[in-house]
């Protein structure tokens, strides 16, 4: 046989009453404290910003002075670099079309490119 249920209720005497009242939060500063705080904190932000930015400042100074003091030479290389890849282009030329009658090595078909400037003067094209 099953046992009859028997249904939950509350105990003698009831529940203990529910706790509702509002516990304020624990007060560790005052008003003034909190703003002598952050303006304690705001000048040694901006002390220490000042001292990395003089850091920062002097170091920018010294790569760009490097950079100036070195732009010369890069620029010479590149420019001694394009005139031997001229120079392998025209003798690159010059062994593929070895065999073809008429051909003239550094001309359009034939045709100066420049014809007012004299053929010892370099003249970059506009597509390069």
Known sequence: MAATPTQDLP??????PVNFTRIPARSYFN??????GFGVVSAVA??????TYSLVRREDIEMRSGRL???PLLLAE??????????????EEA???????????GTYHGERIYKTIPSERFMRSSNQ
């Open 11 to 16: 105990p003698k005497g009831g529940y203990a």
């Open 31 to 36: 008003g003034y404290q909190l703003f002598a």
């Open 46 to 51: 901006c002390y220490m910003y000042y001292k």
């Open 69 to 71: 003091a070195v732009e």
């Open 78 to 91: 590149r420019d001694r670099e394009f005139l031997k890849q001229i120079r392998r282009n025209r003798d």
């Open 95 to 105: 062994r593929l079309m070895a065999n073809v009658e008429g051909w003239e090595v």
